[in-house]
């Protein structure tokens, strides 16, 4: 639950960064999170959404304006920002010789956490992330989705009050990622800010509460999940159909109503369409409707709509 707190998890004011080369990555961009949000950061690849988050995790050095985690200054005081920060980046970061034991213990020590602690938290989270059995292993030989929940229970050693995934499924299976996710859903229920970077936007509408969408430095959109997905006119609907159907769906004047296979039907409709209509038609048409369900590619569709190009990926 999101927890209400006068000084925001992150603040960003005027944040500015010109690379040597040149490149204008951010143009003065802001933004706040909420302490204990779920938050999605949204971004084509160039548009500085890297940039952003290696700024705050102070990997980059900013240009101009300034980012506070929890009112401390990152430029001005940077050891105490990072004791508040959990960084799970897109690449793989530790030692691979080394065991994930051994990983978690020495990353606690780096903040000073005691061993005794330490190895307490250590098996804890190895426990939580499924990575028990793999404990006194070399990391080598874990799976790629294990070594993911392996850098996740690295960046809550310390229990950081901000936990920043960049990327942290890619490449990973369903089965895993829902694993991950509850996970990461539950240190958010304990008061843990998030703030996620994604390309799987059906993720980041099912999990975040608020989102900001970065393109050409800029932010383009900074407001809740709810009230971006209202400015989606046009609704899509999955409907999974009682009775194999061996022809082609009926025509609904003003909707479009058409066959993903024997069993499903998909429906994209303005917002305004009476849904009593569709159905009558299907009823007429002798097809009985099992279940519907929401279409997860509405964030998707947007994103598209406020970055320009279908092509890009939401994510850098």
């Given amino acids: ?187 958010n229920a304990e008061g843990t800010t998030v703030i996620l970077t994604t390309h799987y936007l059906e993720e980041a509408e099912q999990l975040c509460r608020n989102i900001a969408i970065i393109d050409h430095g800029r932010i383009i959109e900074h407001s809740s999940m709810k009230s971006l997905l209202s400015k989606l006119d046009v609704e899509g609907f999955v409907l999974d159909l009682a009775d194999n159907l061996s022809g082609e769906p009926p025509a609904v004047p003003g909707v479009e109503l058409k066959r993903r296979d024997a069993h499903t039907l998909e429906l994209d409709m303005p917002r305004d369409t009476d849904l009593n209509r569709v159905f009558a038609a299907l009823h007429d048409a002798g097809i009985v409707v099992r279940s519907m369900r929401n279409k997860t590619n509405r964030l998707e569709e947007l994103f598209m709509r406020l970055t320009g190009d279908p092509n890009k990926e939401a994510a850098a």
């Fill in 1 to 187: 639950m999101t927890t209400q707190s006068a000084m925001p998890a992150l603040a960003v004011r005027d944040l500015r960064k010109t690379y040597g080369n040149g490149v204008e990555a951010l143009k003065g961009v802001s933004l706040e999170v909420a302490e204990g949000d779920f938050f999605a950061l949204l971004g084509p690849n160039g548009a500085g959404k890297s940039t952003l988050i290696g700024i705050v995790s102070s990997l980059v050095n900013m240009s101009g304006g300034e980012a506070k985690v929890f009112g401390v200054d990152i430029a001005r005081d940077r050891s105490a920002a990072m004791r508040l920060i959990g960084l799970v980046p897109q690449e793989i970061n530790f030692n691979m010789f080394e065991k994930p034991y051994d990983i978690l213990v020495n990353s606690a020590g780096f903040y000073g956490i005691p061993r005794d602690e330490a190895c307490k938290r250590a098996k804890q989270y190895l426990d939580q992330m499924q990575l028990g059995a793999k404990a006194q292993q070399p990391s080598r030989t874990l799976s790629g989705g294990m070594k993911r929940r392996l850098m996740i229970a690295r960046a809550l050693m310390h229990r950081p009050k901000l936990l920043i995934l960049d990327e942290p499924t890619a490449g990973v299976d369903i089965e895993i990622r829902r694993s991950m996710w509850r996970f990461i859903e539950q240190a």
